[in-house]
């Protein structure tokens, strides 16, 4: 049972650090399992002359079967803060899986089903993702494909994600239940000898939004812009092209 101990100095004092961890395997399953305590610095935006740091405490299990080529692991995770004499918690519980094809094509993704406070969550009540990948030769090309689907639903009314300062935080002011989110997302890369081409794009309900409308007709003009936060403006699509091109020195 590998053990970590140690010390974190913050602001000239000292906190312990401590880390248990356990894994086993029998045949075709693999347990991990651990509990972790850590103190780091408190956000500077919620930072105050009392309180310069925040106790975090951490478990997670995971029950993976491996089996030839693909994994599916069953995972709970929970977290809990102590900060100004308040405690906050988070917790998701849910499957993951990877599968790889011929050595070229991967498939991952997750079904989760989270909860918590504000600090650690973030108002997403179910997270899913597909994501899949290919990497081969096509004639004397080079090609990478890359295509992933990001659900974030049942969203809660009480927490936003701050765009700037990057945290969580409730925000009693928004009344209305927050819309689902479905962030379709597309890459490629071709290299030909020592120029790659590279194309991606964020966001395709949006970029294809007369599609999309027809394909969801409960759907209106413009509810396939992305907004985590009311008072910063929604975000549409992201298209960027690039070229890479390496010399010999």
């Given at each position: 049972?590998?053990?970590?101990?140690?010390?974190?100095?913050?602001?000239?004092?000292?906190?312990p650090y401590f880390?248990?961890?356990?894994?086993?395997?029998?045949?075709?399953?693999?347990?991990?399992?651990?509990?972790?305590?850590?103190?780091?610095?408190?956000?500077?935006?919620?930072?105050?002359?009392?309180?310069?740091?925040?106790d975090y405490r951490?478990?997670?299990?995971?029950?993976?079967?491996?089996?030839?080529?693909?994994?599916?692991?069953?995972?709970?995770?929970?977290?809990?803060?102590?900060?100004?004499?308040?405690?906050?918690?988070?917790?998701?519980?849910?499957?993951?899986?990877?599968?790889?094809?011929?050595?070229?094509?991967?498939?991952?993704?997750?079904?989760?089903?989270?909860?918590?406070?504000?600090?650690?969550?973030?108002?997403?009540?179910?997270?899913?993702?597909?994501?899949?990948?290919?990497?081969?030769?096509?004639?004397?090309?080079?090609?990478?494909?890359?295509?992933?689907?990001?659900?974030?639903?049942?969203?809660?009314?009480?927490?936003?994600?701050?765009?700037?300062?990057?945290?969580?935080?409730?925000?009693?002011?928004?009344?209305?239940?927050?819309?689902?989110?479905?962030?379709?997302?597309?890459?490629?890369?071709?290299?030909?000898?020592?120029?790659?081409?590279?194309?991606?794009?964020?966001?395709?309900?949006?970029?294809?939004?007369?599609?999309?409308?027809?394909?969801?007709?409960?759907?209106?003009?413009?509810?396939?812009?992305?907004?985590?936060?009311?008072?910063?403006?929604?975000?549409?699509?992201?298209?960027?092209?690039?070229?890479?091109?390496?010399?010999?020195?």
């Amino acid at each position: 049972m590998p053990t970590t101990v140690g010390l974190t100095l913050i602001e000239e004092k000292a906190f312990p650090y401590f880390k248990v961890t356990q894994s086993i395997q029998l045949g075709i399953l693999d347990l991990d399992a651990g509990f972790e305590q850590e103190t780091s610095p408190t956000h500077k935006i919620i930072m105050n002359d009392e309180n310069d740091h925040m106790d975090y405490r951490r478990t997670f299990f995971n029950l993976c079967i491996i089996r030839n080529n693909g994994e599916v692991s069953l995972v709970d995770q929970s977290t809990t803060l102590t900060f100004n004499e308040n405690i906050y918690s988070s917790s998701q519980t849910g499957l993951t899986y990877a599968l790889s094809l011929y050595d070229k094509l991967e498939f991952k993704g997750h079904y989760l089903l989270r909860s918590g406070h504000s600090l650690l969550f973030d108002g997403i009540g179910t997270s899913i993702l597909f994501d899949a990948s290919y990497s081969g030769q096509f004639n004397r090309f080079d090609m990478s494909l890359h295509f992933s689907a990001n659900g974030m639903l049942g969203r809660s009314n009480d927490f936003q994600f701050h765009p700037i300062d990057g945290y969580p935080f409730e925000y009693y002011l928004y009344l209305d239940e927050p819309d689902d989110i479905w962030l379709l997302n597309a890459s490629a890369e071709v290299t030909i000898s020592s120029m790659t081409i590279i194309w991606s794009i964020k966001n395709i309900l949006h970029a294809i939004e007369p599609t999309s409308l027809q394909l969801f007709p409960e759907k209106e003009e413009g509810d396939f812009l992305i907004q985590h936060y009311t008072q910063f403006p929604p975000m549409g699509r992201i298209v960027t092209i690039g070229i890479l091109w390496t010399f010999d020195s």
